[in-house]
């Protein structure tokens, strides 16, 4: 059978523009740079997970000491809003599943970091470690409890016995290098023996070196 198309729609109107449903947007992304909660910490009393800490306790750092916290903040970032990044256990010399916010960095000291960069510590964005040794993003679809910790100066504390997190002083530009998305990648890249698994993300060239 064929229509008549040139009648087939005629005793149709148009549809109402203004009944279409609200067009729904998209949450703010965030990405913050705090512990999510449960990390574990290091104080002279043991290990301790990141919300229980409060200002004046001690957490012990990568210079060797114990350094006291000035000040504790407290996050709530709404679901969808923010990345996570899921590190599995003995990724990043951490003894347990570890999850990190985007924005994050990744204390790394390593002897490749002096072969590439001509520093023994460097600071790797965590948005930019997925595809190393499992290490994935993820977006939760609950609020993510963080705490955001100062120190009178900045600092690289233990998390999770060995992964080694960078907490910035919020004054001053870090005293490590820290390393953009092309340099991330080619340190993974070398630190997993000339291999390192996709980012599901993608390449990002703006960020690159």
Request: proline share 6%; aromatic share 8%.
């Amino acid at each position: 059978m064929f229509l008549n198309h040139g009648q087939a729609f005629a005793q149709f109107a148009p549809a109402d523009a203004a009944a279409k449903p609200p067009v729904l947007s998209l949450p703010k992304r965030q990405e913050v740079n705090a512990f999510k909660a449960g990390t574990m910490l290091e104080t002279p009393s043991g290990w301790q997970t990141v919300e229980t800490l409060n200002a004046g306790d001690r957490v012990y750092t990568l210079d060797g000491g114990f350094a006291e916290l000035i000040r504790i903040r407290q996050h709530r970032v709404a679901a969808g809003s923010a990345r996570a990044i899921h590190v599995p256990a003995g990724s990043l010399n951490n003894c347990s599943d570890l999850v990190l916010t985007a924005g994050q960095h990744v204390a790394l000291v390593e002897p490749e970091c002096e072969t590439l960069f001509q520093a023994p510590c460097v600071l790797a964005p965590a948005s930019a470690l997925c595809g190393f040794r499992g290490i994935t993003s993820v977006v939760g679809f609950s609020d993510i409890e963080a705490t955001e910790l100062t120190f009178a100066n900045e600092e690289i504390v233990y998390a999770q016995t060995g992964a080694l997190i960078h907490v910035p002083s919020g004054v001053t530009d870090p005293f490590f290098r820290t390393l953009r998305y092309g340099e991330t990648r080619a340190l993974l890249s070398m630190l997993n023996r000339g291999h390192c698994g996709l980012d599901p993300l993608g390449f990002a060239p703006a960020l690159a070196a």
